[in-house]
């Protein structure tokens, strides 16, 4: 050990000579995410690395060989950083010895402030000089290099870059709460606050301080509660605090402090095999759930605009008992391939590493545009300006030809109506994303079942169809009149594209409306005249549905500015500020919203944004947090995720003087939260 020792420090002196000598392994840049900075605000440094295939480097504790990067900067007056963010480090073992290293691509982030005194315009040169090791499993090489990188202190710069995204996506999340931890015999047991509901693949420690503990001795964990346990070997004195970083097996971690305290003396041993029949009314409670949420979505803000197209169908429920039961299983299955195409793209996506929640479809600009455009289609086709070839005559895309319009019509309603988690839901969503697929498969399809049990109830219950008004006359013009919500939802998603991409997408979906609206009106003229380029005409309006959405996705991701608008005094949601906030012993109302979130915006009127409610938490020095999830946030998901959440809404109040958050109902009301402020 000492021998190696020795020969690493005698490599690392011989650095400069050695660089000269042959090109880096592991590839640095240095990068700024704005490029021009406020006085008095901010920029975000990366230092990005590369690594060779076959390369490591290491993280800032190395482990039992290596040595951390050295960093020297020269800056410019006015010009501070703070100290590097290092993402979750990988665990490699050579020859007995634990090392801490990263074998992909990694950056390390700074924050940089510019003080108020600097003048627009000003250049603001940075250099940095760096010094690391590079290693394969059978040699090291010290490496170096030079960097440069020119700032100007100027306007408020850009809205964060999806390569930045990318990496904070990597950075460990800081723990709310302190742990507690107890060294003696040897051993150090450290408790880590953590949810029982979330999930933990392959756990490890690592540990802040150099030579506090055995690296490659073996960790044990366990899960008592709310509280993981970790215990492995001392190789000192006990400290007297413990820090370091708790990587969660799938790429996220948490940083994590712990003071001297108790530390529980059992639990329930992690990896141990599970009894799959004592999980079996788990699963049950939990499909139980979805089920009721599902049904609760039909009466919840988010299946207002749609309400429509549900009218329609129930009024055909009527047209017979034969045509009703087909009509209502074809809508189910609508309903519940769509929960589950969805349920599984989202399981997809996270097993990749995405750090995505429920509705993540909707942060989605393509998606956002396909789903103005359809409803700008459904609105021309209830006015009966254009029928869809093939359907019977005078038949429309909601009043079904068959059991393809039931169909496509339960699968709009749950591609529309899910966004928002309601009651019942959000446990349901957060089992999902714990169970194995077949499991949460299942809990996604009973999502999809609630949400067509009504319609299932209409078709099979005959006693039910008897209060519906018979058909006739009148359908058609409650039809024309069912196009006035779903024109206010092509506003509300036309304003879903303004807070997306700013002006510059709500142009683009504007003109593609108008370019696919073209040959609908078209098409409907030459229905009525019986044309015989129907069918061409028909493939052209589909074209135009379907090829802005396709371009968008297809380009950078970063050429539309979203729009911001916010006026709420809330501070937006950072989890750094929010430790802070909390070490502080202030109380904290946090709260994640959407613009594509009804529900959230119904709280938001009804109770959060209210003065009274407001005034309340002024005088009980509550600070109000933000966050913003209408676009896609790595740190908004991985956080849900970390409380057993997939979607939103979703309010915790963390009381004063550091106690354990309370998780409030995702339905408030003005009383409730002025309650809170005063208990």
């Not at 007056?77 to 990988?90: D, I, R």
């Not at 049950?284 to 979505?297: K, M, Q």
Request: glycine letters at 12%; one cysteine or more.
């Amino acid at each position: 050990m000492m021998h190696a020792l020795l020969l690493l420090i005698a490599l690392f002196l011989s650095a400069p000579a050695m660089a000269q000598m042959q090109p880096n392994s592991i590839h640095g840049e240095l990068l700024a995410e704005q490029g021009e900075v406020a006085p008095g605000g901010g920029d975000t440094l990366a230092l990005a690395f590369r690594p060779d295939p076959g390369w490591h480097g290491y993280w800032s504790n190395p482990g039992d060989a290596g040595f951390g990067i050295d960093l020297k900067w020269a800056l410019p007056p006015g010009v501070t950083l703070g100290e590097p963010q290092f993402p979750v480090p990988q665990t490699l073992v050579i020859a007995g010895l634990m090392n801490h290293v990263y074998e992909g691509p990694h950056a390390l982030l700074f924050d940089l402030k510019l003080d108020r005194s600097i003048a627009a315009g000003t250049r603001l040169p940075i250099a940095l000089d760096a010094q690391w090791l590079a290693c394969t499993d059978e040699i090291c090489v010290p490496e170096s290099g030079h960097f440069e990188i020119d700032l100007v202190a100027g306007a408020a710069g850009r809205a964060a870059t999806a390569r930045f995204d990318r990496f904070r996506s990597k950075l460990p999340t800081p723990l709310d709460r302190t742990g507690t931890f107890n060294a003696a015999n040897g051993l150090l047991r450290l408790a880590i606050p953590f949810p029982a509901t979330a999930a933990l693949a392959d756990p490890h420690f690592f540990a802040g301080a150099d030579g506090m503990v055995d690296y490659a001795a073996p960790q044990k964990f366990m899960r008592s509660g709310d509280t993981l346990i970790m215990e492995t070997r001392l190789a000192g004195d006990p400290p007297s605090d413990v820090s370091g970083l708790l990587a969660l097996g799938d790429g996220g971690g948490l940083r994590i402090a712990a003071v001297p305290g108790s530390v529980p003396a059992g639990g329930t041993r992690l990896g141990e095999p599970v009894d799959a029949a004592g999980d079996a009314p788990t699963l049950l409670v939990s499909f139980g759930a979805a089920l009721l949420g599902g049904l609760l979505l039909n009466i919840l803000p988010c299946v207002f605009p749609i309400l429509g197209l549900k009218a329609v169908s129930l009024s055909r429920a009527a047209i017979g008992e034969s045509a009703a039961r087909r009509d209502a299983l074809a809508y189910a299955a609508g309903a519940i391939l769509a929960c589950l195409a969805l349920g599984g793209v989202l399981l997809l996506l996270r097993a990749q590493g995405e750090a995505v929640g429920w509705a993540f479809q909707l942060q989605e600009p393509a998606v956002v545009i396909a789903l103005f455009l359809l409803t700008v289609a459904i609105v021309v086709n209830l006015l009966g300006l254009f029928d869809v070839p093939g359907l019977a005559a005078g038949d429309r895309l909601t009043r079904s030809g068959g059991i393809g319009g039931s169909f496509w019509t339960g699968a709009l309603a749950a591609f529309v109506a899910t966004p928002c988690t309601g009651p019942f839901m959000a446990a349901a969503l957060g089992a999902a994303l714990l169970l194995p697929v077949p499991a949460a498969l299942l809990l996604f399809a009973g999502l999809g079942i609630g949400l067509a049990l009504p319609f299932l109830a209409i078709g099979f219950v005959p006693a039910l169809r008897h209060w519906l008004p018979r058909p006739g006359a009148w359908m058609e013009s409650f039809r024309k009149w069912m196009a006035l919500p779903m024109a206010l939802t092509a506003l509300a998603l036309a304003w879903l594209l303004w807070r997306l991409g700013g002006p510059a997408l709500l142009l683009a979906g504007g003109i593609a409306a108008l370019a696919m609206a073209a040959p609908l009106l078209l098409l409907g003229r030459m229905q009525k005249r019986g044309g015989k380029m129907i069918m061409p005409v028909a493939f052209a309006a589909l074209a135009m549905l379907l090829l802005p959405p396709a371009v968008i996705a297809a380009g950078p991701g970063d050429r539309f500015v979203p729009a911001v608008s916010d006026s709420s005094d809330a501070i937006a949601f950072s989890e750094p500020e929010l430790a802070k906030l909390r070490a502080d012993g202030k109380p904290v109302f946090l709260y994640f919203t959407a613009d594509w979130c009804v529900t959230c915006k119904a709280n938001e009127a009804a109770a959060i944004d209210r003065d009274a409610v407001r005034d309340a938490f002024g005088r009980a020095g509550i600070v109000t947090m933000r966050g913003d999830f209408t676009r896609r946030d790595p740190a908004i998901a991985r956080f849900l995720a970390e409380h057993g959440r997939a979607g939103i809404p979703f309010y915790l109040y963390y009381p004063a003087g550091g106690e354990p958050p309370r998780e409030l109902p995702q339905l408030l009301s003005q009383d409730r939260l002025i309650a809170l402020a005063e208990g």
